[in-house]
């Protein structure tokens, strides 16, 4: 989302005037799909005792989500993928606190442990500024396909991360 406006402009070039519209519609979109897919998943991940199942699941719909972006270059694209990475970001927020809670090592260091918890959520989101520059300037510029591609690698080494985590289903 970060760069979301900058791909409307550049990848689709949607005019100046027609971007803070459209921003808003397509995170409304993200979020609205994020937050729907997080209850239902939420509560099957806890009923099921499947949660790193549907944290796999999010890495698997990051990763369409980032080959529809860059396989298409039209507005029908551009909300496809971003419903589907609406959808695995839902999937991820299910998970991405109730999995490291359920292994935490005591109840007297359980706000600590959290905190160390919160850090690794939201370190990574915290780089993306530091390196999409390097990564969109490469092929000429504007490479926003190396920038999903590098969401694709990413989400794909999440995956067997955390099926190696011990104690949780």
């Given at each position: 989302m970060t760069y979301q406006v900058y791909y409307l402009s550049d990848s689709l070039h949607i005019s100046e005037s027609g971007l803070p519209g459209l921003t808003f519609v397509l995170t409304l979109v993200i979020n609205g799909?994020?937050?729907?897919t997080v209850l239902v998943s939420g509560w099957m991940a806890d009923r099921f005792q499947r949660r790193k199942f549907y944290m796999a699941?999010?890495?698997?719909?990051?990763?369409?989500?980032?080959?529809v972006l860059i396989t298409t270059r039209?507005?029908?694209?551009?909300?496809?993928g971003a419903t589907v990475l609406g959808l695995g970001n839902g999937f991820f927020c299910s998970g991405h606190y109730t999995l490291p809670s359920s292994v935490?090592?005591?109840e007297q260091d359980a706000a600590k442990d959290m905190g160390v918890v919160n850090i690794a959520v939201t370190l990574p989101s915290s780089l993306v500024p530091v390196y999409a520059p390097t990564l969109l300037g490469t092929g000429g510029g504007n490479s926003?396909?190396?920038l999903f591609v590098s969401g694709i690698v990413l989400a794909l080494l999440g995956i067997p991360?955390?099926?190696r985590i011990r104690g949780v289903n």
């Open positions: 799909t994020s937050a729907l699941v999010a890495g698997m719909l990051a990763v369409a989500g980032f080959l039209s507005m029908a694209g551009m909300f496809t935490l090592p005591s926003y396909p190396a991360a955390v099926r």
